[in-house]
């Protein structure tokens, strides 16, 4: 489906000429820079010294200091590698459980014909309600009589069951070609295995759209992390950038090199799987 | 909704196989294959979403500081130690003054990036991407950004550079506790990091409006602009207004994190209600109890908003959506 349609695009290219044209392109130019600002900011600061950043004189261009990365994961106060690789971690493995359990579970209330289906599915439903976020000092309150506290199970494991995830997934499979299963069925196949063998091969761009945004969210969740991780080993790529700001001493351009290095995986993922990104935004609606 | 729930599988196939194996879809018990699939998911549900939000109301009537097993019972008293105390109320005004701030300014600059880029031609996915990629980035780093470079208090910082430029003093954006200018730092960081997530929704909408509608308004003589966007694109785009504005409403519920990195919470000003819970359960204090009270409320007031969201949206999507 393309855009609005090109009857109505002549008329106004007509009607309005290239000047209404040109004005539409300003707009959204001057718009674009708005947007672009802080991702100047960071880079520039970044690559900047302290005096460059704090000077009087407002410079548009660094003087590129490279060694302003090796200085960051150098730095004695902050672990900042340890961190990163503590973000990856339960960035990752958040995102395949979230798949796995949810998916599972959306398939098995959207096509399993057990009669209390229905109730399982209300039960589900009505954890929507209350966001995760609201509920985070009962959480706590559980994971810490677990021992789970700084710990890599702790991070991972309770945001995993997510109410609105299986939701979508359930929402999806409704949608699934009941076709298709119907050859898994002439194969022999039981639900398991139409399940791996059919269904999901032929759903990949829908788990590439829920694991996107997975990502994205976990890979940007501050509250948990900073409730669970009360060790600097523990403590994601959020909640070092965090405890910087916070530091008595600062190092503006470690400050900024870390923001900058933050970003950079989200800024990868936005690039490669935007496609799938914004159509399972528009699919879904929502998330988070 | 409950229309078309799970029978799917299960109707009768084509004839010849109706015969062969009656009423069954695939292989295997249904009952045994249900579990199979949906029990992961609710042995999790239950532990990590059930069993806290059923002990967080236990303990709320617990006095329960520093222990999660308390054996004080209080009655109310933690409830009426939160409602009593300023901090929590407070918070709730935070909230609400945030919200009258962010909903309708969110609202009004994504739809107007969605008619924009709805109406480029050339370099339009190019547009799209730039207004969208802020939501990568945490509300930590644009916190950071913010506090220390464009907001900064001092001299160098990008706004007093610039208000500096027509003879203005130096303002100390996020430190002042008087209003409004924390406010600015506040909204304009949400509004640059989610504008592009609901223009995106706000698009999807805009291409799902028919376009016959625009032609026999051309036909009966609306003028384009103003008039087809006030009787055409804003009456369709209603089920997506309300579920963005709802949808709104409930992040500003939860705002935490920006809050936290930029006013901190050792302010007296702009608490909102989590990071009172925050402070009242993880703080110095760490009065499970209270925060547990505190959870509750919070919990039964966003209740009631959801169920007002149920009604308007069915529990999910709108139909316009597809």
């Known amino acids: ?127 929507l309600m209350v966001p995760t976020a609201v509920t985070f000092v009962p959480s706590f309150v ?99 950038l965090s405890t910087f700001m916070t530091n008595q001493t600062v190092n503006f351009h470690l400050i900024f090199m870390a923001t900058a290095i933050s970003i950079l995986p989200l800024i990868f993922v936005f690039l490669f799987l935007q496609r799938w990104l914004v159509q399972g935004i528009a699919q879904t609606g929502i998330k988070g | 909704m409950s229309t078309t729930t799970t029978r799917g599988v299960a109707q009768p196939a084509p004839a010849k196989a109706s015969q062969a194996r009656p009423r069954r879809g695939l292989r295997g018990n249904a009952t045994f294959n249900f579990w199979l699939f949906t029990g992961p998911f609710l042995i999790g549900l239950a532990i990590f979403v059930f069993v806290p939000i059923v002990w967080s109301i236990w303990l709320s009537f617990f006095d329960a500081r520093y222990t999660v097993t308390p054996s004080h019972f209080i009655g109310f008293d933690n409830y009426k130690q939160i409602l009593t105390n300023s901090e929590f109320p407070d918070s709730l005004v935070t909230f609400t003054v945030f919200a009258a701030f962010i909903v309708p300014t969110t609202w009004a600059l994504s739809l107007g990036l969605a008619l924009l880029v709805n109406r480029l031609r050339f370099m339009r996915a190019f547009f799209r991407s730039v207004f969208f990629l802020p939501t990568a980035v945490s509300y930590v780093a644009a916190a950071l950004i913010w506090k220390m470079s464009i907001f900064s208090g001092v001299r160098f910082g990008l706004a007093n550079t610039v208000i500096g430029w027509f003879g203005a003093d130096t303002v100390a954006w ?113 009065d499970y109890g209270a925060g547990s009270a505190g959870a509750v409320v919070l919990s039964v007031l966003i209740c009631l908003v959801t169920l007002v969201q149920g009604k308007f949206m069915g529990f999910g999507r709108g139909d316009e959506s597809k």
């Open chain 1, 1 to 127: 489906m393309t855009t609005t349609a090109p009857q109505i695009g002549k008329q106004r290219k007509k009607g309005r000429g290239v000047l209404g044209n040109t004005g539409l392109y300003i707009a959204v130019g001057v718009a674009a820079l708005l947007f672009l600002i802080p991702f100047y900011l960071i880079v520039r600061n970044a690559l900047s010294t302290d005096l460059e950043i704090t000077g009087e004189n407002w410079k548009v261009l660094p003087s590129f200091q490279w060694g302003n990365i090796s200085e960051l994961f150098d730095d004695p106060t902050v672990d900042f590698g340890r961190s990163m690789i503590n973000s990856l971690l339960v960035a990752v493995l958040t995102t395949f459980g979230t798949l796995l359990v949810c998916s599972l579970a959306g398939y098995g209330l959207a096509r399993i014909p057990y009669k209390h289906a229905n109730k399982v599915f209300y039960a589900v439903l009505a954890t």
């Open chain 1, 142 to 240: 559980l994971v810490s009589s677990l021992g789970w506290v700084d710990t890599y199970r702790g991070l991972i494991i309770p945001g995993l069951f997510s109410g609105f995830t299986c939701f979508l997934f359930r929402q999806y499979f409704l949608g699934f070609p009941k076709e298709l299963e119907e050859a898994a069925r002439v194969d022999g196949l039981g639900y398991w295995g139409a399940y791996w063998r059919i269904v999901v091969p032929n759903s990949l761009n829908f788990f590439a759209a829920i694991a996107t945004i997975t990502f994205i969210s976990a890979w940007n969740s501050f509250l948990w992390p900073l409730v669970i991780g009360q060790d600097p080993s523990s403590w994601t790529v959020q909640i070092a």
């Open chain 2, 174 to 286: 996020v430190s002042n506790p008087t209003p409004p200018w924390y406010w600015l730092v506040i909204v304009t960081l949400r509004l640059w990091i989610q504008s592009g997530f609901y223009m995106i929704l706000f698009l999807a909408a805009l291409q799902n409006i028919p376009t016959e509608l625009y032609e026999a308004a051309a036909i009966d003589g609306a003028k384009k602009g103003w008039q087809t966007f006030r009787y055409i694109t804003l009456p369709q785009l209603r089920a997506t207004s309300t579920a963005v504005v709802l949808l709104l409403l409930i992040a500003a519920y939860q705002a935490f994190d920006e809050f936290f990195n930029l006013i901190g919470q050792k302010a007296t000003w702009a608490q909102t209600p989590l990071m009172v819970l925050y402070k009242s359960a993880l703080g110095t204090s760490q």
